[in-house]
């Protein structure tokens, strides 16, 4: 069984998985230029924003503690 | 004269038989739908859907709209009467109730006046002016500014938070690209090729996933009280309201349902779920329903949702406008939004008045088994699915269930569902008005600074999820 400071880590390690994946993904397409931006980058660009935000979600799950309570 | 000529042809329309047989079966459904255990606002709007389109076949032309305001309206005062109904109402305070049940209605009717004014104002062509003016980098701005207002407010931690409107976001450009016809994100999966249908992820969030959330959670068997909260005086809680209005904060209310709001750690000022007396049930409703008025004028000045409640509406404002033909349809949208501001009186007053008749009487709580809701709700989710696609109706049902199963992890997790279904239905046009600026400003990606009112709204947006996020770590909102 995970420590539970692990197991909060995970939601945001889940996170940068599925950023990985859409970067994975977005790879195969063209970026285009600035001026015409193809069907990439903009998912390329959310790819790589989501991972840095699912790492940062990690690391608060690892050293905070949860504000708790449900919606 | 043409706000007057607007809101009577509004209530001309209104008084026809269909028309207000649509409004009352609205407000009917709506208010069993809000009170039923296990589904939330959101959840019944999106299931609503395939009624709306049956009105449309069977009800008329006019009527789709008048039944989704009306249902949407409804399921606000459902959740009050579940929430009085969870709240022993026979030992609640009745004596302070008449004072209060003024006050209430009086904020009612001003939410109501402000609501038909500022729409008044947009059928006087002057909003719809302005916002013929914004251009794509103006669009940008704003939808930005609307994201980042509802990570601002938005469960969760600040990047908790703006990770969710960058997955929404990323979710929504699945698909196959519309200048290039190329897929993207789509993994080799056919039934992806169209994108993913937003009743579909609506239903997997806001029904399937609170589905399973309720039944994981033991319901209260104990008069419910609400947790402390520093009290907000009447006029200064109104103003919230309407500010409120105009950012994406519906979604978090809406998106919960009763049983889960209840087990909040501090009640919510416009949730009546929320709340364990009477007289803060009304109060909360109708700041709730305030807002929800509110959220309607940026809907009809820029026809763009503001937040996971108003797709729904704004997805059937835009059926009907292209239903009713003719060369303009602006001018049928300023139709529909004197219809839509005429029947607001009705579904402000009546489910008002019953539920402040419900509040003079005694009765027994009720008790409904939210196994049996659950079931049928799954049931319900899954056919809604299945009517709405032609062609792989079982892969989507099962990216609907898909979903459901994420919203329920989201819910563990303390992430914000209605953030991510907001941005889910943005993602398209924001992507479509980033391109479309860059081509303009010939790949100058400072445009969006360069130009006034889209620079604006990016400060804007950057500065009030700041200054939102820093109040709320001092515990001040």
């Keep these: 069984m995970l420590k539970s400071e692990w197991r909060r880590a995970v939601p945001g390690t889940v996170l940068a998985a599925v950023a990985a994946l859409a970067i994975y993904s977005a790879h195969g ?43 | 004269m043409e706000v007057v000529s607007g ?17 009352v079966l609205g407000l009917v459904t709506g208010i069993v739908a809000g009170s039923l255990p296990c589904l939330s606002p959101a959840g019944a709007l999106a299931l609503q859907v395939p009624v709306a389109v049956l009105m449309l076949l069977s009800f008329g032309v ?81 939808m930005v500014f609307l994201l980042l207002g509802g990570a601002a407010f938005g469960r969760g931690s600040a990047a908790s938070a703006l990770a969710m409107v960058v997955l929404g976001l990323l979710l929504g450009l699945i698909g196959t690209d519309i200048e290039t016809g190329e897929a993207r994100l789509t993994f080799g999966i056919a039934a992806l ?64 349902t009763a049983s889960a709001a209840r087990s909040r750690p501090a009640a919510s000022l416009f949730d009546p779920a929320s709340q ?24 009809f000045l820029l026809l763009l949702p503001v937040d996971a409640v108003t797709p729904f509406l704004r997805n059937i404002i835009n059926a009907q406008a292209m239903m009713m033909g003719g060369d303009n349809m602006m001018a049928n949208v300023t139709t529909i939004a004197g219809l839509v501001f005429a029947t607001l009186i009705p579904v402000h007053v009546v489910p008002l008045i019953i539920v402040m008749r ?94 006034p009112i889209s620079a604006g709204l990016l400060l804007a947006g950057v500065l009030l999820f700041v200054a939102a996020r820093a109040l709320r770590h001092r515990r001040l909102i």
């Design chain 2, 7 to 23: 809101l009577a042809h509004g209530f001309a329309t209104l008084a026809s038989p269909l028309v207000l047989a649509a409004c």
């Design chain 2, 62 to 142: 006019q009527s789709p709209v008048v039944f989704v305001i009306a249902f949407a309206y409804g399921t606000l005062y459902g959740r009050a009467l579940a929430a009085m109904n969870l709240s022993a109402p026979d030992k609640a305070d009745s004596s302070s109730l008449p004072k209060d049940g003024r006050r209430i209605l009086f904020s009612s009717l001003v939410a109501s006046i402000v609501v038909t004014a500022a729409v008044g104002v947009d059928i006087a062509s002057f909003g719809r002016q302005i916002t013929m003016q914004l251009g794509p980098a103006e669009m940008v701005g704003l």
């Design chain 2, 358 to 451: 419900l509040t003079a009487v005694r009765w027994r709580p009720i008790t409904i088994d939210a196994r049996i809701v659950a079931l049928l709700l799954v049931a319900a989710a899954c056919f809604v699915v299945w009517q709405l696609h032609d062609e792989n109706a079982p892969a989507h049902v099962c990216i609907m269930l898909a979903f459901g199963l994420v919203g329920y992890a989201m819910i563990c997790a303390g992430f914000d569902r209605s953030l991510l279904f907001f941005a889910f239905v943005i993602a398209v046009r924001l992507e479509e008005n980033i391109r479309r600026s860059l081509l303009i400003s010939r790949g100058d990606v400072t445009a969006f600074l360069q130009r």
């Design chain 2, 276 to 299: 364990g007396s009477v007289t803060n049930i009304l109060r909360a409703a109708m700041l709730s329903d305030i807002r929800l008025s509110v959220s309607l004028i940026p809907v």
């Design chain 1, 29 to 71: 397409l063209s970026y285009g230029t600035a001026a015409h931006v193809g069907p990439g980058a903009i998912p390329a660009i959310l790819g790589a924003l989501l991972f840095i935000l699912g790492l940062a979600v990690a690391a608060e799950g690892l050293w905070q503690r949860p504000i708790g309570g449900e919606e």
């Design chain 2, 193 to 256: 090729d169209d994108g993913i249908g937003g009743t579909s992820v609506a239903l997997g969030l806001f029904v399937i996933a609170s589905v399973i959330d309720d039944l994981s959670r033991a319901w209260p068997s104990e008069p419910y009280t609400a947790p402390a909260r520093p009290a907000h005086g009447f006029w200064s809680a109104t103003i919230l309201a309407v500010l409120a209005g105009f950012l994406p904060t519906n979604g978090r209310t809406f998106a919960t």
